[in-house]
């Protein structure tokens, strides 16, 4: 007998958390499109109900669908249970609220999705949340940003939309030394890039809705717990340490160990604030999952193909992409990204702002819309667009200025995105 095998990447990205059907031997996960699941009998009802057995009751809270799609993404992430939920925004909003309480403050750092930056910035405060900003290019950065208050540190592995690298390592050294959890939004970069389990996170996050879905169909979110940080030694953290008022005072540590923080969002959050996946979304993503290393290895091929063609043109000022040798994050990107830089990135035009309109108003082939992650190639000014609520200053510290465009490049023939993009310059 031979050892065990431990699966491949590409093999858990098809089965992880997956069987033929139970009931009906369907090999594709079905969609289980119900809102609700029959008890056994009342005595069933009452253990699934104070958390004593695991089980259907209600899409909100769990679904055969979103379980498969949740242990697939803790597979490929490498943690020891996920959490799927209707978005991105969800997943960070259930993160949050099982942190935090009114007071508390988190440090982020403001190298962020625009949307984040915003859901941060203000409806955060309206939970009494404070977010302090770092800089995900400087480690110590975050260390000065520290008080008493400080319940977690929330970086991007790959920034959007500035194509930066973050040293997650040196960031995730700061998190341990002041005994905060480390949470990782690895959206750009996937877990076929990239798995921030390796360098210290204790929580990731993704917006299914971009590469892991992939095709552009789909909303989703998804929070993977690492089973890293020890709640009950912290006891900074009442929500997963102390006794849980709504479930007859278990306490979610104790009772759930290395996954209770997963738990926690799903048994309070996603019950109590209630952003569900639908079962249909659920299974689109898995199905866009099955390709994700196919996917990405051609988004990263591509991206390097059409970032080094834009470098060498004249009317571009400069291309931020860290696949391109001398970019200032490509060492980082070789250590941390070997597999490639990520389809996302920014480049400057020489003619600013109003070179950057004509540009997304002159593609054809390329989208003008604001998604990233799509089969299909996509372009944004953000200056216009995702980054213009935030005040000038907020959008240069964003890599947003006025003459950034940012492109998400998808799965067609790298040639005709080319072609593209030189009649949409020589138009401009
Ligand atoms: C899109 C995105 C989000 C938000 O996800 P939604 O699914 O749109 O809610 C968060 N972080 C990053 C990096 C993103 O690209």
């Known amino acids: 007998m031979t050892a065990e095998r431990k699966p491949g990447f590409d093999t858990l990205a098809i089965h992880a958390g997956a069987q033929p059907d139970s009931a009906t031997g369907a090999r594709a ?20 109900f104070n958390l004593e057995t695991f089980g259907n009751i209600y899409t909100r809270i769990m679904n055969p669908t979103q379980a498969v799609l949740e242990e697939r993404v803790a597979a490929l992430e490498g943690g020891t249970a996920g959490l799927a939920v209707a978005s991105g925004h969800a997943a960070q909003a259930l993160v949050f609220h099982t942190l935090l309480a009114p007071g508390d403050e988190f440090i982020a750092a403001r190298q962020l999705y625009g949307g984040s930056i915003n859901q941060f910035t203000h409806a955060f405060k309206k939970c009494g949340w404070e977010v302090r900003w770092a800089d995900t290019t400087d480690a110590e950065s975050f260390r000065a940003a520290l008080t008493p208050k400080t319940k977690a540190i929330f970086v991007e592995s790959i920034a959007n939309p500035g194509g930066i690298i973050t040293d997650l390592e040196a960031v995730a050294a700061v998190a341990k030394q002041a005994g905060v959890p480390f949470i990782v939004d690895n959206t750009l970069a996937t877990p076929y890039l990239m798995r921030p389990i390796e360098y210290g996170a204790d929580i990731i996050v993704h917006s299914l809705t971009k590469f892991l879905g992939g095709h552009g169909n789909s909303i989703g979110g998804a929070i993977v717990d690492c089973g890293t940080f020890d709640w009950l030694k912290s006891g900074r953290y009442p929500t997963l340490s102390a006794p849980c008022a709504s479930y007859h005072g278990i306490t979610l540590a104790e009772t759930f160990g290395n996954f209770a923080f997963a738990i926690a969002c799903r048994v309070l959050g996603l019950r109590d604030l209630g952003p569900a996946i639908s079962p249909f979304n659920a299974f689109l993503i898995l199905t866009g999952i099955e390709t994700l290393p196919l996917r990405m290895q051609r988004h990263c091929d591509n991206a390097l193909a059409v970032a080094t063609w834009l470098s060498g043109h004249d009317q571009i000022a400069w291309v931020n992409y860290a696949g391109l040798p001398g970019n200032e994050f490509h060492e980082a990107a070789k250590r941390y990204s070997p597999k490639g830089a990520g389809a996302v990135f920014t480049f400057g035009l020489k003619g ?59 799965l067609e023939s790298v040639e005709d995105l080319i072609a593209d993009l030189d009649q949409a310059l020589a138009a401009a």
């Open 29 to 48: 996960t079905p969609i289980y499109q119900t809102t609700s699941f029959v008890f056994d009998n009342v005595e069933h009802a009452a253990a699934l």
């Open 352 to 410: 600013g702002y109003e070179a950057g309109i004509a540009l997304v108003s002159n593609v054809k082939l390329f989208s003008h819309l604001a998604n990233i992650g799509d089969t299909r190639s996509l372009i944004i000014h953000p200056a216009s667009t995702t980054h213009r609520q935030l005040t000038d200053e907020q959008r240069i510290r964003a890599g947003a200025g006025p003459e950034v465009v940012r492109l998400s490049v998808g």
